[in-house]
């Protein structure tokens, strides 16, 4: 057995001793990872908890859905409210903390009614010398991380889905909340989350699959890997200009420097070793 099998038995071995579990269930990578595993190893005494929020995209929503009846874990969405606290409204650097207070909030309620201990989180190893204030709430609200406790980093998840499960979801890039487009310290609104989202979508729409689209008041500024640069700064310019125009942009610029991870936490000066939780 190599390094990486012994890790992944370690998953399923730590997760057969919990009773049932609610995962906090976004889509992405890693809690869509979580999820595959607890319905393997528990089956309907797994259950997938989506929080409902303005900053959760709605493609991204699309995907959880569709993963989670591609596996067959029964899911649950909830709304999380986040935007009415202002600890997480005013864009503080702790802005996560607030955020995953109110979706383990949710988590253990939806838990509690279904008479279920555990609530758990995609969490990896990678996480655990990053700056993720979401950590710190999940400690607080006694939320669980089987992956990071089994020790599993992002590659390995990325790997397992891919030679385990064979899922797409293996390649999917990473797509943090729309609320790391606003600079710390921006209000955020669920009316400018929404303008953000649209000119994402519309690069989207080009082919383009990773782009922040940072929220700069009139100003959207939009980041993407350098091989999109032709395709936003050519023939899809006039399709990405209007749909800025039309989401109330008065400017729409492409920065020249292609898309890096965690360029809002560097600008911040809270840099962790992957380049920090925002990108």
Not at 24 to 43: C, E, I, K, M, P
Not at 116 to 139: C, E, K, L, Q, T
Not at 177 to 195: E, H, M
Request: hydrophobic residues 50%; negative net charge; charged residues 25%.
């Amino acid at each position: 057995m190599n390094d990486l099998q012994a890790r992944f038995e370690a998953l399923k071995a730590g997760l057969a001793k919990l009773d049932a579990v609610v995962v906090a269930f976004s889509g992405g990578v890693d809690s869509g990872f979580l999820a595959v595993v607890a319905q393997q190893v528990l089956g309907e005494r797994a259950v997938a908890l989506t929080a409902l929020s303005p900053s959760h995209p709605a493609r991204e929503l699309a995907d959880a859905r569709e993963l989670a009846a591609r596996i067959g874990i029964r899911h649950l969405e909830r709304p999380s409210h986040e935007l009415d606290d202002p600890a997480y409204a005013t864009n503080p650097l702790d802005r996560c903390y607030a955020c995953k207070g109110h979706v383990f909030a949710v988590c253990r309620q939806v838990a509690d009614a279904l008479g279920i201990r555990w609530v758990a989180d995609g969490s990896n190893a990678d996480d655990r010398d990053d700056f993720r204030p979401g950590r710190r709430a999940a400690a607080e609200a006694g939320v669980i991380s089987p992956l990071a406790d089994a020790g599993l980093t992002k590659a390995d998840i990325r790997a397992l889905l891919r030679d385990v499960f064979g899922l797409a979801l293996a390649d999917k890039p990473a797509s943090p909340c729309l609320s790391s487009r606003f600079p710390y310290g921006t209000p955020i609104t669920a009316a400018d989350l929404a303008r953000v989202e649209a000119v994402e979508v519309a690069v989207h729409a080009l082919g383009v699959p990773e782009v922040r689209a940072r929220f700069l008041g009139d100003t959207v500024r939009l980041e993407a890997p350098a091989d999109a640069m032709p395709i936003l700064a050519g023939a899809g310019r006039a399709s990405v200009v209007a749909a800025a125009r039309a989401a109330g942009f008065a400017q729409v610029v492409l920065d020249l420097e292609p898309f890096r991870s965690g360029r809002l936490n560097r600008d911040a000066g809270v840099v962790g070793p992957d380049g920090g939780a925002e990108v």
